[in-house]
C-alpha cells in the first residue's frame, strides 16, 4: 500500500511560482508511474502530468504545457510539480497520484491511477 503525502500549497499572486512536493512511502516507488491532478471548485478533477518510473519521460495537459514541469527523485521518493506563470484559472487542490503496481502508460484517466494523496490547495489571486 502506497501512502502519498503534499506539501507546498498555498496563496500566490498571478505571474508567480510555486512547486508542489508529493512524498511517498509504502512501496517500491521507482515502480510507480506517478500524475499529478487538480480540482478546481465546482469541476471535476482533471490531469495536470504524469511521470515514467524512471522520471525519463512526461506526459502534460495542454493547459500546462510549457509552464508546469513534472520530475521525480526517486532517492528520495518524492514528485515534484514545478508550476510558473500562475493564473488564476489554476486554482484547484492539486492531487499527487500513483499507478498501480506494474503499470507503464503515463495516463490522464484519474480512474487508471490507485493511490491518491489528500491534497493542497492552491490559490492564485489575480
Known amino acids: 500500500q502506497v501512502q502519498l503525502v503534499e506539501s507546498g500549497g498555498g496563496l500566490v499572486q498571478t505571474g508567480a511560482s510555486l512547486r508542489l512536493s508529493c512524498a511517498a512511502s509504502g512501496g517500491i516507488f521507482s515502480r510507480y508511474v506517478m500524475g499529478w491532478f487538480r480540482q478546481a471548485p465546482g469541476k471535476e478533477r482533471e490531469f495536470v502530468a504524469a511521470i515514467s518510473r524512471s522520471g525519463g519521460e512526461t506526459n502534460y495537459a495542454d493547459s500546462v504545457k510549457g509552464r508546469f514541469t513534472i520530475s521525480r527523485d526517486n532517492a528520495k521518493n518524492t514528485v515534484y510539480l514545478q508550476m510558473n506563470s500562475l493564473q488564476p484559472e489554476d486554482t484547484a487542490v492539486y492531487y499527487c497520484?500513483?499507478?498501480?503496481?506494474?503499470?507503464?502508460?503515463?495516463?490522464?484517466?484519474?480512474?487508471?491511477?490507485?493511490?491518491w494523496g489528500k491534497g493542497p490547495l492552491v490559490t492564485v489571486s489575480s
Open positions: 497520484a500513483a499507478r498501480p503496481f506494474e503499470r507503464f502508460s503515463l495516463s490522464a484517466r484519474f480512474s487508471e491511477y490507485a493511490y
